[in-house]
């Protein structure tokens, strides 16, 4: 067997004796009565940044979605597969979560793509990251002189705040924000200094938690 599966199942073992054994009252109540996380966080496929570690988070605190450069599409009804959407969809109108958190982080390779990949550049990846185009035309215009490093944290940033404006485009968010019961935020990891940065509505920018 490959270490790296190992690994995976050695984890898994740890994970059944220092939850499953110690607390099987709460996985009970877990099977019995089901989920009822109050969180829904959107974040990244990138293995560095699991929202569940970086939360701390027990089974069932938080419902998850992880997509390349945690976006979130705008609503609409064409199309053939809305994987994203629908799992907004079940969290918000089934879980009936009161928070939703775009987490996004430094160095992602989503937001690689987008900057540095060519125009005609077609597949998987680059069709989806065309969701955060707007981000991209804006740093390029907005720090055109500045490292790449600057610019990717900026474009990431940025992503985070169009996936925020999509999420209010579905019409069930509009009428769970109208009526004050949940709310959206978003979140910024710093991989290297291992800070979290959440935007702030008023300062309109990121702000140390």
């Known amino acids: 067997m490959p270490k790296d599966v190992k690994k995976l199942i050695d984890g898994f073992h740890k994970f059944r004796n220092n939850y499953f054994v110690k607390d099987t009252e709460l996985f009970e109540q877990l099977t019995s009565g089901g989920q009822a996380p109050k969180t829904l966080i959107i974040g990244c ?50 879980l009936k979560v009161e928070n939703i958190i775009v987490l996004g982080h430094e160095h992602c390779g989503g937001i690689y793509a987008l900057l540095k990949g060519p125009p005609e550049q077609d597949g998987f990846i680059s069709s989806w990251m065309r969701i955060a185009a707007e981000a991209k035309i804006e740093v390029l215009s907005e720090m055109p002189t500045a490292s790449y490093k600057e610019q990717m944290t900026a474009c990431a940033k940025k992503s985070i705040l169009i996936s925020m404006e999509n999420l209010m485009s579905f019409p069930f968010i509009q009428e769970r924000l109208k009526a004050r019961d949940l709310k959206i935020y978003g979140w910024f990891f710093e991989l290297e200094a291992g800070r979290l940065l959440e935007f702030n509505y008023e300062q309109k920018k990121f702000i140390q938690l």
């Not at 569940?52 to 419902?63: N, S, V």
């Open 45 to 94: 496929s990138d293995s560095r940044v699991d929202p569940a570690l970086l939360t701390q988070a027990e089974p069932g605190d938080i419902f998850v979605v992880r997509n390349v450069a945690n976006l979130v599409p705008p609503y609409e009804t064409g199309g053939k597969f809305h994987g994203v959407s629908s799992a907004i969809d079940f969290a918000v109108n089934s």
